[in-house]
């Protein structure tokens, strides 16, 4: 009798626990799959969040470091600041670099709009269980154009590019095992035909687990530093020779990310993650992005931008497979634009 007693008293608490485990998934995850299922349905010109700051569109340089990169991220609507758990970490959040474990190098290619080539390649080196060190370059670069005047506009016969560049590192240290702090310096470079500009930017990123279940906060600011001026001269039609130019700020951005896993065994896990961006030479605006995972080996992904104009929602998926030579992701991202066309991405890792 007395075993009896004992076993039904364990079966009813092992009731209990799974009880109070699916409560926890429920209420975790319905605010965030309620907040997902209303965006297809509000109206266009609906605004959840003020455009403020919208009148500084147009004040800022180097545009290039806006591009997102990384499938992964970008199919997630670029809400990966508090994810930032590969070598992306590198573009999105520079503490994320100590938060795995492997050393790892990823290469992303996209084909931006009117024919522009976007490239992406870093690496992460873990010098040991604290820190981490890290190097990445993006390119954004045209083929060659002719050059056309007033008088001439099918062509001179001479050819211009326009061409960007910018060469980071980076380091971040575990400072405690919930808290990591990490920054990048990069030099970045901008050619179009006689026209150069040249400057020095810094990234700033922290990453903080609050030891509730998996939830994480991020903070990163990203290409803050001081005005940049083309340098070179241009000879007008006229005669005219302008060699000075009016110096502009780069495109600084802030950046505020939480993420969690709302449900995870052995086999599956969904992340989520929520963004609030604040640019410098725009609106404020929101992401919310999603990853689905099965045995760590097939991912399937999408986001949603609010009070974004042209863009909206993102997908992708990607396969990772444990070769002998190195743990290898390939990814890809869909991300439509209402007037300027779809942007497909391309990511491939190798962990070692």
Request: hydrophobic share 40%.
């Amino acid at each position: 009798m007395r075993t009896r007693s004992i076993e039904q008293s364990t079966k009813s608490e092992n009731k209990g626990r799974v009880r109070n485990a699916v409560s926890r998934v429920y209420y975790s995850i319905i605010p965030f799959l309620t907040l997902v299922l209303m965006l297809p349905g509000v109206p266009a010109r609906a605004q959840l969040l003020p455009v403020l700051g919208s009148q500084r569109v147009g004040i800022t340089t180097a545009e290039f470091l806006k591009i997102g990169v990384g499938a992964r991220a970008s199919a997630m609507a670029e809400s990966f600041a508090a994810v930032a758990n590969d070598v992306y970490a590198l573009f999105y959040n520079p503490a994320g670099i100590s938060e795995f474990d492997k050393n790892e190098i990823g290469v992303s290619h996209s084909t931006w709009f009117v024919g522009l080539q976007h490239d992406f390649i870093g690496g992460v080196y873990h010098l040991d269980g604290q820190s981490s060190v890290g190097i990445s370059v993006i390119s954004l670069r045209s083929d060659d154009m002719p050059v056309t005047t007033e008088f001439q506009p099918y062509g001179t016969g001479a050819y211009f590019k326009y061409g960007d560049l910018a060469v980071a590192a980076t380091y971040a240290r575990k400072m405690t095992d919930r808290f990591s702090f990490g920054v990048s310096v990069k030099y970045v470079d901008e050619t179009l035909a006689d026209l150069s500009m040249h400057g020095v930017l810094v990234d700033l990123g922290t990453y903080y687990w609050t030891g509730i279940g998996s939830t994480r906060f991020a903070v990163s600011v990203s290409n803050f530093g001081g005005q940049m001026a083309p340098s070179g001269s241009v000879d007008l039609v006229d005669g005219t020779t302008v060699s000075s130019f009016q110096g502009f700020s780069p495109p600084t951005i802030f950046r505020i990310g939480f993420a969690f896993e709302p449900y995870q065994d052995n086999a599956n896990r969904l992340t989520t993650a929520l963004q609030l961006n604040h640019p410098a030479d725009n609106s404020e605006n929101l992401a919310v992005g999603a990853e689905y995972s099965y045995s760590s080996m097939f991912f399937l992904r999408a986001g949603y931008k609010i009070n974004v104009q042209e863009q909206s929602y993102s997908l992708g998926a990607g396969v990772r497979s444990d070769m002998k030579f190195a743990l290898v992701s390939f990814d890809y991202s869909f991300t439509p634009y209402q007037r300027l066309g779809d942007v497909h991405r391309f990511s491939l890792n190798l962990g070692f």
